[in-house]
């Protein structure tokens, strides 16, 4: 096994790669970040990937994240070390109150590797953070459901979900829209059928129209008839 990376050798390598125009930009697109170095996304994964071929349960044990990145790279570690779900979700308890934006939020669903098998005990996690109203927290369970369970069989329930889900958090409102763009690009028909009945805020079917009608995956034709439905 490769020597593991500690968690100061990890900040003493962040520091190393720290670019200061990088993280004026990254600000700029993500004003909710705090405490960022400036690293850059691929040497972030890079370092994730180190971690995890190493001891990576020691590192979760003394890992107190601080920064940005060791937020970022952490969540990393949690989503795609070799575990079994149950080990996997005790460490996404610990990790989802360190969520503060949306760049670590989305990065950290992205960062699953989910097998078949664990798509039904993932699917009962996240609906048991229904009634927990941190924004983050609720975005998580919507990107989670975009980058996982886009789905025949979870498509109800997603529609179920999100007609359900009313809140003023911009983030959260966001990726109820990103989720129903995705959704109509992949279930055409089932997507549009919703949009024509949804119990959704004016603001988010709205925004849902308009980012369906910018993915090049939906036709000229469907993008009139979408746009056919706003509010």
């Given at each position: 096994?490769?020597?593991?990376?500690?968690?100061?050798?990890?900040?003493?390598r962040l520091f190393e790669l720290e670019d200061v125009g990088y993280r004026e930009?990254?600000?700029?697109?993500?004003?909710?970040?705090?405490?960022?170095?400036?690293?850059?996304?691929?040497?972030?994964?890079?370092?994730?990937?180190?971690?995890?071929?190493?001891?990576?349960?020691?590192?979760?044990?003394?890992?107190?994240?601080?920064?940005?990145?060791?937020?970022?790279?952490?969540?990393?570690?949690?989503?795609?070390?070799?575990?079994?779900?149950?080990?996997?979700?005790?460490?996404?308890?610990?990790?989802?109150?360190?969520?503060?934006?949306?760049?670590?939020?989305?990065?950290?669903?992205?960062?699953?590797?989910l097998n078949r098998k664990d798509l039904a005990g993932m699917w009962e996690f996240?609906?048991?953070?229904?009634?927990?109203?941190?924004?983050?927290?609720?975005?998580?369970?919507?990107?989670?459901?975009?980058?996982?369970?886009?789905?025949?069989?979870?498509?109800?329930?997603?529609?179920?979900?999100?007609?359900?889900?009313?809140?003023?958090?911009?983030?959260?409102?966001?990726?109820?829209?990103?989720?129903?763009?995705?959704?109509?690009?992949?279930f055409r028909d089932q997507t549009l059928a919703y949009l024509r009945h949804d119990?959704?805020?004016?603001?988010?079917?709205?925004?849902?129209?308009?980012?369906?009608?910018?993915?090049?995956?939906?036709?000229?034709?469907?993008?009139?008839?979408?746009?056919?439905?706003?509010?």
């Open positions: 096994m490769p020597p593991m990376v500690s968690p100061e050798q990890l900040r003493t930009f990254h600000l700029k697109t993500c004003p909710q970040a705090e405490h960022v170095i400036g690293v850059r996304m691929p040497d972030q994964r890079k370092l994730a990937k180190e971690i995890i071929k190493g001891d990576f349960w020691q590192y979760l044990d003394e890992i107190k994240p601080y920064y940005y990145e060791e937020i970022l790279i952490t969540g990393i570690v949690i989503a795609s070390a070799p575990m079994s779900l149950d080990e996997r979700l005790g460490y996404v308890g610990w990790f989802l109150p360190l969520v503060n934006n949306w760049a670590v939020c989305d990065c950290f669903c992205a960062s699953f590797k996240l609906q048991s953070l229904a009634s927990d109203q941190h924004e983050y927290i609720q975005r998580f369970r919507l990107v989670m459901m975009l980058d996982h369970f886009l789905l025949p069989e979870y498509l109800e329930q997603i529609f179920q979900i999100l007609d359900q889900l009313k809140t003023d958090y911009y983030y959260v409102n966001m990726a109820m829209a990103w989720l129903i763009a995705e959704a109509f690009a992949k119990q959704l805020t004016d603001f988010v079917h709205n925004k849902a129209i308009q980012k369906a009608r910018e993915s090049r995956r939906v036709s000229a034709e469907d993008k009139a008839t979408l746009a056919s439905l706003r509010l």
